[in-house]
């Protein structure tokens, strides 16, 4: 499908943001079809933004002592109560706290209450706001607004963590584009390496060897 794809034009589908996805699923009729995402197990996992074309900078990072410190596959990260970063796998798939961003300049940031998974809250802030909160910029400018507002709230001791838009994951596009767009299906698995748009028009995975219909772009 990649070669069919490069041969024909330009590469397998690589999907920048959520305007991509609604024309993703206008275009294809037939699925699971594949796109342009896989796995590469032998490569360093890198961190991503949530917010779309948002890079992450590592000298901007702003870890607590100690991290990051998990070398799994597929990490997200928390904000403690002292607005420091801490990097996790096992409780991504847990119900945590979260806080959206929104580009409405009366309230851009939402601290939700209703606990989700990580997959989850990005979807919610995707659907309800901008997404989950992305970048240094956007943390500073929440310690600075709602730094007061909040610190009562991320000092709760039953759910002493909050969900923010950092995680980490050995996915690549196939035209070696850095974009980090992820719209993984909850319910799926991401055992695979090989990513496909699924009939809820999500996406989850397949062995790579598994022959499937496929969408290109140009």
């Known amino acids: 499908a990649q070669k069919y794809c490069r041969k024909n034009h330009t590469d397998l589908a690589t ?22 995402l896989k ?14 074309g948002l890079s992450f900078i590592k000298e901007e990072a702003y870890w607590s002592y100690g991290e ?9 990260v928390f904000l403690r109560e002292n607005l420091t970063w801490v990097d996790d796998y096992q409780y991504c798939t847990m119900d945590q ?36 909160i992305s970048g240094r910029q956007q943390l500073d400018q929440l310690n ?17 963590r909050v969900f923010i838009g950092l995680f980490s994951d050995m996915w690549a596009w196939s035209d070696e ?6 719209y993984w299906d909850p319910q799926s698995d991401r055992d695979k390496s090989c990513a496909v748009l699924t009939n809820k028009g999500m996406w989850s995975t397949d062995g790579c060897d598994q022959e499937k219909h496929f969408i290109c772009y140009d």
């Open 68 to 76: 990051p410190n998990n070398h799994e596959s597929e990490l997200c």
């Open 177 to 182: 584009s850095s974009f980090s767009f992820r």
């Open 144 to 160: 600075q607004s709602l730094y007061s507002e909040t610190r009562e709230k991320l000092h709760d001791q039953n759910i002493p």
């Open 39 to 52: 796995k590469y197990t032998n490569s360093k996992e890198t961190w991503h933004w949530s917010l779309p």
């Open 97 to 132: 706290r979260f806080i959206c961003y929104n580009t409405n300049p009366t309230q851009k940031f939402h601290l939700i209450e209703t606990p989700l998974n990580w997959t989850n809250a990005q979807r919610y802030c995707r659907e309800n706001h901008t997404d989950l």
């Open 15 to 36: 999907v920048t943001n959520m305007t991509d996805v609604k024309k993703l699923n206008q275009t294809a009729k037939q699925r699971p079809a594949w796109i342009g």
